[in-house]
């Protein structure tokens, strides 16, 4: 089993940033990859951005690129998603994923589904006020 547990949600005003964290713990050597997820009230969950842990690979969704930047420490088994630029669109609940698939790239499209993902964070809230 791999336990996640988010860090660094708030509230800040539209155009400030944050910095989520996201530290894995238990079977780590298990993961090749994980990745951020949000949902906002009343909304489905969304993909957000992942990474790959070997080969650093990074895929986002259109919607955060060029804003948000997903980064890995594998030393210290965390993966920090860095939001600037932020809108009130992006308020949600947000949370980290990881996954065990080997065969995959999780910097690439194919992150972007649940089901590539075995593991899940309770999330932390960001909440962005206009």
């Known amino acids: 089993q791999v336990q996640l547990v988010e860090s660094g949600g708030g509230l800040v005003q539209a155009g400030g940033s944050l910095r989520l964290s996201c530290a894995a713990s238990?079977?780590?050597?298990?993961?090749?990859?994980m990745g951020w997820f949000r949902q906002a009230p009343g909304k489905e969950r969304e993909f957000v951005a992942a990474?790959?842990?070997?080969?650093?690979?990074?895929y986002y969704a259109d919607s955060v690129k060029g804003r948000f930047t997903i980064s890995r420490d594998n030393a210290k088994n965390t993966v920090s998603l860095q939001m600037n630029s932020l809108e009130p669109e992006d308020t949600a609940v947000y949370y980290c994923?990881?996954?065990?698939?080997?065969?995959?790239?999780?910097?690439?499209?194919?992150?972007?589904?649940?089901?590539?993902?075995?593991?899940w964070g309770q999330g932390t809230q960001v909440t962005v006020s206009s």
């Open positions: 994923a990881a996954g065990r698939n080997n065969r995959r790239s999780y910097g690439s499209s194919w992150a972007v589904g649940s089901g590539s993902y075995e593991y």
């Open positions: 990474i790959s842990w070997s080969g650093g690979g990074t």
């Open positions: 238990g079977r780590t050597w298990s993961i090749y990859g």
